[in-house]
T-cell receptor, first 112, second 115 residues
Framework: KAGVTQTPRYLIKTRGQQVTLSCSPISGHRSVSWYQQTPGQGFQFLFEYFSETQRNKGNFPGRFSGRQFSNSRSEMNVSTLELGDSALYLCASSLTSNQPQHFGDGTRLSIL | AQSVSQHNHHVILSEAASLELGCNYSYGGTVNLFWYVQYPGQHLQLLLK??????LVKGIKGFEAEFIKSKFSFNLRKPSVQWSDTAEYFC?????????????FGKGTSLLVTP
C-alpha cells in the first residue's frame, strides 16, 4: 500500500512569491492534516481537512491556505513568502479524524 | 498553554542497554497519546498509540509505553536497544473531537545507540 506522497520534495523560492504544495493521502484515507516543522519551533499544526471541509486550523496567518479535493488529495498554498516560511512542510493522512496519522516525507521549502 | 514535554533532548546508549524516554503533557481530560520515530533519512513512523483501555501499550520493534494518568505521563521504554534504534523520537498528544485531532508534538529526543 503506497504511503503518503508529497510533491515536490524540495522547493526554492524568493521572498514575495507564492507556492503550492501537494499531498496524496494513503488510499482510503479521508483526513489530511498539514504541519510545519522548523528547528526552533518544532512541529506546528497548520490545518486539517476531512471530506473537502476544513475542520481545524492552527495559528498561522491568512497567507497560509489549503484545500482538499473529492479524491482526498490536498494542497496547501502560501502566498507572499517570507524568509521565516522556510521549513519542512509535512502532510499526514488518517482513515478518519480520530485515527493515527501517517506522515509523508515532507516538502522542504527554502526561501531566499 | 497546553504542551508536551520531552525531558531528554539527546540520549546516548550502548547496545543492549535499556531505554526510557520521558513524555509529559499538560492537557486535562481525555487525551490520545502517540510515539513517533524518525529514522535517518526517513519519514515519521508511528511506533505506538494509546486511545483507551490497558495503559501499557505495545508497539512495533519491541517498544512499549505506559500511560500514567495521575502523572500526565506517557513514557517510552525498550528493554534492550539495538544500533538500528538510532533515530529521533517524538511524543505527541491530541485531545479528540472537542478540540479537533491536531497533534501537539514534543521537541523530540535524539537517540544514538553505539555498538
Amino acid at each position: 500500500k503506497a504511503g503518503v506522497t508529497q510533491t515536490p520534495r524540495y522547493l526554492i523560492k524568493t521572498r514575495g512569491q507564492q507556492v503550492t504544495l501537494s499531498c496524496s493521502p494513503i488510499s482510503g484515507h479521508r483526513s489530511v492534516s498539514w504541519y510545519q516543522q522548523t528547528p526552533g519551533q518544532g512541529f506546528q499544526f497548520l490545518f486539517e481537512y476531512f471530506s473537502e471541509t476544513q475542520r481545524n486550523k492552527g495559528n498561522f496567518p491568512g497567507r497560509f491556505s489549503g484545500r482538499q479535493f473529492s479524491n482526498s488529495r490536498s494542497e496547501m498554498n502560501v502566498s507572499t513568502l517570507e524568509l521565516g516560511d522556510s521549513a519542512l512542510y509535512l502532510c499526514a493522512s488518517s482513515l478518519t479524524s480520530n485515527q493515527p496519522q501517517h506522515f509523508g516525507d515532507g516538502t522542504r521549502l527554502s526561501i531566499l | 498553554a497546553q504542551s508536551v514535554s520531552q525531558h531528554n533532548h539527546h540520549v546516548i546508549l550502548s547496545e543492549a542497554a535499556s531505554l526510557e524516554l520521558g513524555c509529559n503533557y499538560s492537557y486535562g481530560g481525555t487525551v490520545n497519546l502517540f510515539w513517533y520515530v524518525q529514522y535517518p533519512g526517513q519519514h515519521l513512523q508511528l511506533l505506538l498509540k494509546y486511545f483507551s483501555g490497558d495503559p501499557l501499550v505495545k508497539g512495533i520493534k519491541g517498544f512499549e509505553a505506559e500511560f500514567i494518568k495521575s502523572k500526565f505521563s506517557f513514557n517510552l521504554r525498550k528493554p534492550s536497544v539495538q544500533w538500528s534504534d538510532t533515530a529521533e523520537y517524538f511524543c505527541a498528544v491530541n485531545k479528540g473531537s472537542d478540540s479537533g485531532y491536531a497533534l501537539n508534538f514534543g521537541k523530540g529526543t535524539s537517540l544514538l545507540v553505539t555498538p
